[in-house]
């Protein structure tokens, strides 16, 4: 994802941003490559749009690096990303009370673990108010600080020592970075016997000093831009936004699970997920396009097939629009034509239902009378056979007066009662 890296100048650091303080940037591309670089105003800077992962660098000289031995359990709960910050600057200020030259509450505190569980923590101290000036500022301005990391900071033991001259420090001074912790000192015997006794040393220099640098240390040295050490500062994990800059526990972690998403989003090394992901969702989309036209296939065969029928049923009619709906128009007015009224099954169960409950009545007073319970209907042929095991001759001559006129004749036979029209064998 985009970088914009800001480098806290050592007054800023010390006594927060003055009116028109300007601000070395480093702003780097998806690719973590350099879009630009400068120094600028606030207001002037780069804009920090959506996406964008503002990064602030302090300076050495405004950050303090102390190794911090505590209880297993009481450094468990200062690293916790739940500890309470008011509990947790008490803990680091009461320990390192010995150790600090300023007084605690005048400094904002960051703790990391160390290399190993046995190793001590790492505290970094700075200027607390000069710091959150700072950071207040830059919101306003619209480029509000996701990160705080140190220019220099403590390596790891099997990583090697680096040791770099800055000419942007008055006298020029050399930060020697070692597992030990971070020193300044000025270029001299004092400075090159410690950076020599390290078993490995990288030598780097601003290309101002390259000469000096090389000189004092009798070894090649590597140019270091003050833009090369911002974006070397920033790949730092180690995060001095804690405890007080970051108050809230919900606004801890939903600011944590806005940059691991911005870097889900547009980190390099995240993009072959991004195509994976990409590429199943066209897949997705490709195969219920597929399954959609298919459906819609079908559908298009059965209504072609139902217009078939329809056309080759009624020939007569013109145009087809609703297949279905002019068939059964059709299939009324075909119905009225060759009187169906007289042969409507609907009709004539109605009528014998009207019988069956006549003669039923005419019983009611009769205790050898039985309810009509039909325990089979079948309609086949031109005839309709109805089941009971309760029918009479009273019941056959209700039903035969019913539906006689209408062409229907009945017969009683067992248990069903056979109607079918007259003249039908």
Known sequence: MPTLILYLSADTAASGPA???EFDYVLLRDDQQTASQGRAAV?????????????????ARAVSWHPLDLPARVAASVLSPRADPVRARAVLA??????LLDEPVQLHFAAFAGSSPESPLWIAACD????????????????????????????????????????????????????????????GPVATSLAQSQSQLELLAE?????IAEQAFGRSATAH???????????????????????????????QLTLQWQKLLHAPQWRPLRWGLVALLLT????????????????????????????????DVPVVVDAPVQMRRELGVLAQSRGASETDPARLLTAIGGALAKASGNSAGNKSGKAKNLSAIDLASGELRL????????????VSAAIGPMGWSVLLQGQQLLVRREGVQ
């Not at 800055?166 to 020193?183: D, I, N, Q, R």
């Not at 290309?207 to 000469?211: E, I, K, Q, R, S």
Request: aromatic share 4%; glycine share 6%.
């Open 284 to 315: 997705q989309v490709v195969a219920l396009n597929a399954v959609a036209y298919r459906q819609k296939a079908l559908i298009a065969l059965k209504r072609a097939e139902i217009e078939n029928v329809f056309v080759h049923t009624f020939p």
């Open 387 to 398: 089941k009971s095991d309760a029918w009479t001759d009273a019941d056959a001559r209700a």
């Open 43 to 59: 207001s002037l800077l780069p804009l920090a749009g959506r996406g964008t992962e503002v990064v602030a660098v302090l300076p």
């Open 207 to 211: 290309p101002a000093v390259l000469g």
């Open 128 to 187: 607390r108010g000069a710091l959150k000036t700072t950071l207040q500022v830059l919101d306003a301005a619209g480029r509000t600080v996701t990160r705080i990391v140190a220019e220099c900071e403590p390596v790891d033991p099997d990583a090697p020592a680096v040791a770099w001259v800055s000419a942007t420090m008055e006298p020029a001074l050399v930060a020697l970075c070692t597992s030990t912790g971070v020193a300044l000192l000025p270029i």
């Open 94 to 99: 009461g320990a390192l009370e010995e150790q």
């Open 225 to 255: 831009t003050l833009a090369q050490r911002m974006v070397r500062a920033a790949a730092s994990n180690r995060n001095l936004a804690q405890f007080e800059l970051m108050a809230s526990k919900s606004g801890r972690a939903f600011k």
């Open 19 to 21: 009116n028109g303080q």
